[in-house]
């Protein structure tokens, strides 16, 4: 009989207008890996939150070894034997491994160190942990942080330890360090549940597989019953039965034609080595699932991270792009994913938003003449009839769709040759929807190249005559023509080729 360690049943917790979990299920085992998967606004973070005691749950009942226990903050949830590791690390760098180890557990009076360090000692040799108890923690690489991290949790008498997005900053050896330090934990009784966006990864450790989708609980399996390719289907929703291709509003042919931008092997501090190439006029997007590295990938050609490597060629002609002002002057523009963080400037005006590009492009030394701005600024307002009071409007309380529009507008006041959207649809009505789609095709009609991203595949379909495919920061495929289903991408991304390949 396997031992029950972790209960939650009918947990429900809703914010303003959004229902984040409804009536969700979820059982850990004790000596068990338990993988917690789902898109972005699964429900994952918040089904954690109330657990640890971060967020109150609405409804429902939590139970440690058949216990009911009620949790009202993070200290609860230790009492109780939950522990979380997060991928940001929590300790102090400055401090000693040991001084880490035992922060926040001693009064800092009479504090016997030799019995601290020799503990330390002890801890980090009998879970295989790299690090010296008086060595300071910065001085460890991250891996090492988290594991150090984690030993203090196993210290704190931790029954239930979850560890949320802990290899995303690892490299494959480090990864496969932390998988043997859970995997002796595994086989002391601990439960272990883990938040993670790599498929692979899921695969190599874990025994069973929760998915969450819109907050609903889609299932719990067992890993050797669910194939990757069916757990991509769970996550995103779509059955891989009666997938039809969808007409598309556009031609390949640009896909051979002459190529405006390329790169060969380039990377950035978030993005690994990766080969791209985009003709003029194509539409073409990178695809896979939250952490793929589809933005990572695009945030490296427009130089939004920091470039580490690689060549770029514009027109065939070398160029140095490591800023977002090179990539400007080079011709490409960009939109980001999140556009409240990176994309708009809430408090400056709609006008202001929409010249801002240009402003930074002509230098701050020229600045344009405010009849130059208002009339920039009308000539797009009702091309892309962003709904406004007036320009003087602050952009920040438009709707989000006009935001969106509003931050398109200010790339296409610059002309860029090739223009990046990083979602930008998402979180927008249907009716802006459809129009920003018809906009991108149009560019791509007039000969602007064209990268878009989107979470939905439907939507990718519609716009792009070519998807690269990724998984676990990697491209694993690329589709184009015929090939450009539903069912080929999501059997792309889980590993297993093409459907008719």
Not at 83 to 99: D, F, H, M, R
Not at 134 to 140: A, F
Not at 144 to 156: G, K, L, T
Request: include cysteine; aromatic fraction near 6%.
């Amino acid at each position: 009989m396997e031992e029950i360690l972790l209960t939650m049943r009918g947990i429900c917790k809703s914010f303003p207008g959004v229902r984040a979990l409804d009536k969700v299920n979820f059982t850990l085992r004790k000596g068990e890996i338990h993988a917690l998967m789902g898109e972005n606004g699964a429900g994952k973070s918040t089904l954690i939150k109330v657990l640890t005691g971060v967020y109150p749950k609405d409804e429902g009942e939590i139970r440690v070894e058949d216990r009911p226990i009620s949790i009202h903050s993070p200290q609860d949830a230790q009492k109780n034997g939950i522990s979380t590791v997060y991928q940001e690390i929590t300790l102090c760098p400055n401090l000693t491994v040991a001084e880490n180890m035992f922060i926040g557990r001693t009064e800092g009076v009479g504090v016997n160190w030799k019995q601290m360090e020799k503990r330390t000692g002890e801890l980090l040799s009998g879970l295989g942990i790299p690090a010296r108890p008086k060595q300071q923690l910065g001085s460890c690489s991250i891996a090492v942080q988290q594991m150090v991290a984690i030993a203090r949790a196993v210290d704190a008498q931790c029954k239930v330890l979850i560890l949320d997005e802990p290899t995303s900053s690892l490299d494959d050896k480090e990864v496969e360090m932390l998988f043997r330090l859970m995997r002796d934990l595994k086989s002391r009784g601990v439960g272990i549940i883990f938040v993670t966006h790599f498929l692979e990864q899921v695969y190599a450790v874990s025994d069973r597989i929760t998915v969450l989708r819109n907050g609903v609980l889609v299932g719990e399996f067992k890993v050797e019953n669910l194939p990757q390719v069916e757990l991509v289907s769970r996550m995103m929703g779509k059955e891989l039965e009666g997938l039809s291709d969808l007409e598309k509003e556009k031609s390949a042919g640009a896909l051979e034609g002459e190529t405006l931008y390329q790169a060969e092997q380039l990377s950035s501090t978030e993005a690994r080595p990766f080969d791209f190439r985009i003709a003029k006029g194509e539409v073409n997007g990178f695809t896979g699932l939250l952490g793929s590295g589809r933005s990572e990938s695009v945030r490296a050609i427009f130089a939004a991270d920091r470039v580490t490597g690689g060549k770029v060629r514009m027109n065939g002609k070398p160029v140095n792009v490591t800023s977002p002002y090179q990539a400007m002057k080079a011709g490409i523009g960009y939109l980001p994913e999140d556009r409240k963080r990176d994309g708009i400037i809430a408090d400056l005006s709609v006008r202001e938003n929409i010249i801002l590009a240009m402003q930074v492009m002509k230098g701050f030394f020229h600045p344009l003449s405010k009849k130059q701005m208002e009339e920039f600024a009308d000539e797009y307002i009702r091309a892309l009839e962003i709904k406004t009071a007036s320009q003087d409007t602050p952009v920040g309380s438009l709707s989000g769709g006009n935001q969106q529009k509003v931050i398109l507008a200010r790339w296409l006041l610059t002309h860029p040759q090739y223009l990046i959207l990083d979602e930008p649809t998402r979180g927008i009505d249907v009716g802006t929807k459809t129009e920003i789609q018809r906009l991108v095709l149009k560019l791509a009609e007039e000969g602007m190249s064209v990268t878009f991203i989107s979470s939905e595949i439907e939507e990718m379909l519609r716009t792009c005559s070519r998807l690269i495919v990724m998984r676990d920061r990697k491209i694993v495929g690329e589709l184009r023509g015929s090939e450009l289903t539903q069912s080929n991408v999501m059997y792309t991304i889980a590993g297993g080729g093409k459907e008719n390949g």
